[in-house]
């Protein structure tokens, strides 16, 4: 019987302690750790390399999505499942295409949460009803809207640049333009990629095509 290791990343103490309490009856499962703020929380998992992370996104310091995001453009072989009470349709479809294999509502059971774990952690794909039916929605409505406009070759340069480990003042001398308009470029393709810093725009970039 395969063990696996599960960390959990809760603001709420008693819950996350309830869980660890509760899975010590569960031979299948052993919590290796638990944090109660995204920075502790993600350092950790760096570290430990868990299974399985059981993660709400209302973290302190660094909230659970930027957590997720990071592990995904690391590459982190750790299968994250959130477990929240947000569940907005940009909510649930954020976290699933940075990464997540799992999405329930915090008001699951125990045995419900258990299972999810237990799913996630042999490599399988759990979305609550709820989440189903807003991410279907949500992707009707991106299908409804026009895909946003493609890299220009000046920001996949600046891209290729920041990929190679290059600063922002590096880029902008190698290129003959200002610091800001490295910035501003920067910004722009966050923007086209849905993504909030360079490893994360880099990851994506490389996934679409746009850097090989």
């Known amino acids: 019987m395969k063990i696996l290791t599960v960390f959990i990343a809760d603001d709420h103490p008693v819950y996350r302690e309830g869980l660890a309490r509760n899975w010590e009856a569960v031979p299948q499962i052993k919590v290796v750790g638990s944090a109660g703020d995204g920075t502790s929380a993600l350092a950790a998992i760096r570290k430990l390399k868990p299974d399985v992370a059981v993660m709400d996104l209302k973290l302190p310091e660094l ?9 995904f453009a690391e590459g982190s072989p750790t299968n994250v499942l959130v477990l929240t009470a947000y569940m907005d349709r940009t909510t ?3 976290a699933f295409t940075h990464g997540a294999r799992g999405f329930l509502e915090k008001a699951a059971s125990f045995g419900e949460i258990t299972d999810a774990v237990l799913q996630v952690g042999a490599g399988g794909t759990v979305i609550a009803p709820f989440a189903q039916d807003i991410l279907a929605r949500e992707l009707r409505t991106r299908q409804d809207t026009p895909e946003k406009p493609v890299l220009s070759s000046r920001e996949v340069e600046i891209l290729r640049l920041a990929a190679d480990g290059h600063s922002g003042q590096t880029i902008a001398s190698e290129l003959h333009i200002s610091l800001a308009t490295v910035k501003t470029h920067l910004q722009h393709i966050y923007e086209k990629l849905d993504v909030s810093d360079r490893a994360s725009a880099v990851a994506q970039a490389i996934r679409r095509g746009f850097l090989h």
């Open 63 to 71: 909230d659970g999505m930027r957590v997720l995001e990071l592990l």
């Open 92 to 94: 649930v479809y954020r």
